[in-house]
């Protein structure tokens, strides 16, 4: 806005929590490569210390959000995101690992399986197996495995404090925006959210890029269609999004 640079076909924009059905494709990837399974649990999967968070915890319930295990950033309690950033600094997130101690102490919202809640945490679980199966840094695999294979090159997890060419600031609005070309009716949210995307997602795309995403995955270029369809839909995928 300061610079009064327009938007264009070819602008990146941060994706938040689309980018959660990147993990779960990465995720639905690795078990039908058979590397995975639905049922296999937290506990056997990631070797850290979970707490009071339930170790049965399954690769099915964290995709469709009925694991329980506790949100880093619980709506039902919190307004705004930039809340999360009072005692630990937004710049620290550089990692899904980089999360934990928002969270990994805390007790389970509700027993696993008992019912859906929309749950950030669940996907950073998500980020870490991949990374633990695959030996791969998230976005390293998701780059290899998905945004090339997809013909998406505008599309990565970028720092904000690094980022590249023709990507667009985002903003947060100063009270009531009464004039919406005035500069000072708006702050950038670079104080505001993780530094760099996450499990719980981040992503930055283009219009293009998304389009070639949803092409390739409805073609079963990215899964087969039908390899989920026991125990996740295409639904659901769209419904983690959000």
Same mark, same amino acid.
């Given at each position: 806005?300061?610079? $009064?640079? %327009?938007?264009?076909?070819?602008?990146?924009? #941060?994706?938040?929590?689309?980018?959660?059905?990147?993990? #779960?494709?990465?995720?639905?990837?690795?078990?039908?490569? @058979?590397?995975?399974?639905?049922?296999?649990?937290?506990?056997?999967?990631?070797?850290?210390?979970?707490?009071?968070?339930?170790?049965?915890?399954?690769?099915?319930?964290?995709?469709?959000?009925?694991?329980?295990? %506790?949100?880093?950033?619980?709506?039902?309690?919190?307004?705004?995101?930039?809340?999360?950033?009072?005692?630990?600094?937004?710049?620290?997130?550089?990692?899904?690992?980089?999360?934990?101690?928002?969270?990994?102490?805390? %007790?389970?919202?509700? %027993?696993?399986?008992?019912? +859906?809640?929309?749950?950030?945490?669940?996907?950073? +679980?998500?980020?870490?197996?991949?990374?633990?199966?695959?030996?791969?840094?998230?976005?390293?695999?998701?780059?290899?495995?998905? +945004?090339?294979?997809?013909?998406?090159?505008?599309?990565?997890?970028?720092?904000? !404090?690094?980022?590249? #060419?023709?990507?667009?600031?985002?903003?947060?609005?100063?009270?009531?925006?009464?004039? $919406? !070309?005035?500069?000072?009716?708006?702050?950038?949210?670079?104080?505001?959210?993780?530094?760099? @995307?996450?499990?719980? @997602?981040?992503? +930055?795309?283009?219009?293009?890029?998304?389009?070639?995403?949803?092409?390739?995955?409805?073609?079963?270029?990215?899964?087969?269609? @039908? #390899?989920? $369809?026991?125990?996740?839909?295409?639904?659901?995928?769209?419904?983690?999004?959000?």
């Amino acid at each position: 806005m300061a610079n $009064r640079i %327009p938007n264009t076909i070819e602008t990146k924009f #941060a994706s938040a929590s689309v980018g959660k059905v990147f993990g #779960a494709v990465g995720i639905l990837q690795l078990i039908e490569q @058979g590397k995975l399974q639905f049922d296999d649990t937290l506990g056997t999967l990631l070797d850290i210390t979970l707490n009071k968070i339930d170790r049965a915890v399954t690769v099915r319930q964290l995709l469709n959000h009925t694991s329980g295990v %506790p949100d880093y950033f619980d709506e039902s309690v919190m307004d705004e995101y930039e809340e999360l950033w009072t005692d630990y600094p937004n710049y620290k997130i550089r990692h899904n690992s980089d999360l934990l101690p928002l969270f990994a102490d805390k %007790p389970m919202m509700y %027993p696993r399986g008992d019912k +859906f809640q929309y749950n950030n945490s669940g996907y950073v +679980f998500l980020a870490m197996i991949i990374e633990k199966m695959t030996g791969m840094e998230f976005d390293r695999y998701l780059k290899e495995n998905i +945004f090339e294979v997809c013909g998406m090159e505008s599309t990565g997890y970028y720092e904000l !404090d690094r980022l590249p #060419a023709k990507c667009a600031n985002h903003y947060i609005a100063c009270g009531e925006v009464t004039d $919406r !070309d005035n500069v000072d009716s708006y702050r950038t949210n670079i104080y505001s959210v993780d530094v760099k @995307g996450t499990g719980a @997602g981040g992503a +930055f795309i283009t219009v293009k890029d998304i389009v070639n995403f949803w092409t390739n995955l409805t073609e079963g270029k990215l899964i087969s269609k @039908g #390899a989920t $369809r026991e125990s996740v839909s295409f639904r659901n995928i769209i419904r983690i999004t959000k």
